[in-house]
């Protein structure tokens, strides 16, 4: 019988490989936004009647959340730092390919938007849509594979709810003793 470690390992080298490239897709689109595009010399430019590529400069957290404010530049970046840090050892554990998919999506996000911390001491936001007078976020690619996998998750949880931590650590005993009552 393999280890956890063994079992999770192909996640976990293939989730590797999906985050590098999911990451070079945000930053290749955010340099193309900024570089090529030139859009904080245009601000805003209609794409579509319900989608605009908008330039905004995110120094908040989700969604422009203002405990970017309390927490300030570095400690934003040591708090997503600490996050992910945390979720590549779940990754690592992870012996469930959806659950796997999830964290590479929220990982790619986090470290996407990481590197713009570092790079330009703010998150680049530039996609927007909107339809007559509501008005999603702007947002980016990162933003997009965070929302994603949060989303991947919260349904993982709730379609197999035996799997959440708290019940992990009692389902060994609980098949042991029903192993036990049934021999």
Known sequence: MQSVTEQS??????GLGFIILLMALDQLSKWWVLEVFDLPAKGSVEILPFFSLTMVWNTGISMGLALGDALGRWGIVVMTAGISIWL???LKRST???????????????????????????VVDFLH?????YSFYVFNVADSAITTGVIMLLIDGLRDGGKS??????NGQDEAGRQGESS
Do not use: C, M, Q
């Open 9 to 14: 390992a192909p996640y976990f080298k293939r």
């Open 88 to 90: 590549v050892f779940w």
């Open 96 to 122: 469930r390919a959806f659950e796997a998919s999830a964290l590479v999506l929220i990982l790619s996000g986090a470290i996407g938007n990481l590197i713009d911390r570092f790079v330009h001491g703010a």
């Open 129 to 133: 849509f909107y339809a007559y007078t």
């Open 165 to 170: 931590p708290k019940k992990a650590s009692n």
